[in-house]
Structure formats: C-alpha cells, structure tokens
T-cell receptor, first 113, second 113 residues
C-alpha cells in the first residue's frame, strides 16, 4: 500500500501559535519523508525532510517528529506567522527504488494576525 | 537555469484536442518527474525519468497520456484527445538524485473546455 494519509485538511492558527500537521503511512519500506510548502500559483517547495534513523529534525521554526513504530510523522511550526499561510504536503519515498514520492492530500494552513 | 521551468504557464484547449506541456529541469539533475494536481487535491504521480533508464510510466492514467525526455534534459508531456477531467495543474520536478528533495516548477494550468 503506497498511501500516505495527511490530517487535518485545513488548520487555522493564531500568530505566535504552534501549527501541527500529521501524516501516517503504510509501507514500512519508505525511507525518506519530506515536507513541502506550496503558495498559490507556485509549485511545492521542499521545506524539511527526515530519514527514519532519527526521531526528530529541526530547522529554524520547523520541526519534523518521526515515530517509526507508529508509522507516523508530523510537522510542527513554532511561532507561526501569517507568512506561513500556505498548503503543506507530506510525502514518502523509497530512495533505493528510484525515489518516486507518494504525497499526502495537503493541509491548508491559515495563520491569523 | 536556476530553477525548473515549465511552459506554457496556462493552457486552455478544446475537448478532443492534443496538448504538449514542456519541462526544462535544473541542469545536472538526472531525475525528472511529472505530477498532476487537481483543484484542492494532492499530487498524483504520472511518470518518472532517471538518467538513461526506461521511464516509470506506472502513474499515467490512460493511453492518451505519454511523455518523453530528450537528451536527458527537456521533457514533454503529451495529452491526446483531451477530456474535461484532464483539467488540472501539471507539475514537473527534478532532483539530483532520485527521490531526494524535488525542485518543482510552477506548473502548467490546463483547462479543457
């Protein structure tokens, strides 16, 4: 099963709050988990990615938490800003198998001033 | 160029006509992907090219869809006898190594009327 399930579909957060987006996967062969950020009219842009050998990766205000046993990973955006308002996609791929990514359905984040 | 370039940015076509969408990947990127994004939906994998290997066409929705990549660089996605359900944003991405951190273009918005 190549499906990646993402939730919530939409999220509204106050400025300065924490935004949390969750993804779950089925295929235990997945070994690369990126998150992409997409603004209207633009293609998705790589935000941050994690391999399953670590449980957490942080880059600035963005953190990925990874739970291998639960087959879940999440994106946390600390001190959310209105400029973070965008659609976020999680993805999963198998790097040794050409790496074509399976994407979640996306989460539309709105950060209110 | 510095990024992935797609043309045209917008295409309106009549049902039954053929269309060609072009993707110019980042120089040196050996992997090239086509995805389709319908309104409010996630990214649907279409086809993947890696170097000189045979392409992975497993995501093409019907035999009306085809793609080629010439000289390991520019790619063209062709949709024959377009249908209204083909209306979507077609995104191209490339990566230096298959699966690790795609760079997406801004997409071609196809509208079939």
């Amino acid at each position: 099963q190549q499906q990646v399930k993402q939730s919530p579909q939409s999220l509204i957060v106050q400025k300065g709050g924490i935004s949390i987006i969750n993804c779950a996967y089925e295929n235990t062969a997945f070994d690369y988990f990126p998150w992409y950020q997409q603004f209207p009219g633009k293609g998705p842009a790589l935000l941050i990615a994690i391999r399953p050998d670590v449980s957490e990766k942080k880059e600035g205000r963005f953190t990925i938490s990874f739970n291998k046993s639960a087959k879940q990973f999440s994106l946390h955006i600390m001190d959310s800003q209105p400029g973070d308002s965008a659609t976020y996609f999680c993805a999963a791929s198998i790097l040794t198998n050409a790496g074509k990514s399976t994407f979640g359905d996306g989460t539309t984040l709105t950060v209110k001033p | 160029g510095a990024g992935v370039s797609q043309s045209p940015s917008n295409k309106v076509t009549e049902k039954g006509k053929d269309v060609e969408l072009r993707c110019d990947p980042i120089s040196g990127h050996t992997a090239l992907y086509w995805y389709r994004q319908s309104l409010g939906q996630g990214l649907e994998f279409l086809i993947y090219f890696q170097g000189n290997s045979a392409p992975d066409k497993s995501g093409l929705p019907s035999d009306r869809f085809s793609a080629e990549r010439t000289g390991g660089s520019v790619s063209t996605l062709t949709i024959q006898r377009t249908q209204q359900e083909d209306s979507a944003v077609y995104l191209c991405a490339s990566s230096f190594h298959g699966g690790v951190g795609y760079t997406f273009g801004s997409g071609t918005r196809l509208t079939v009327v």
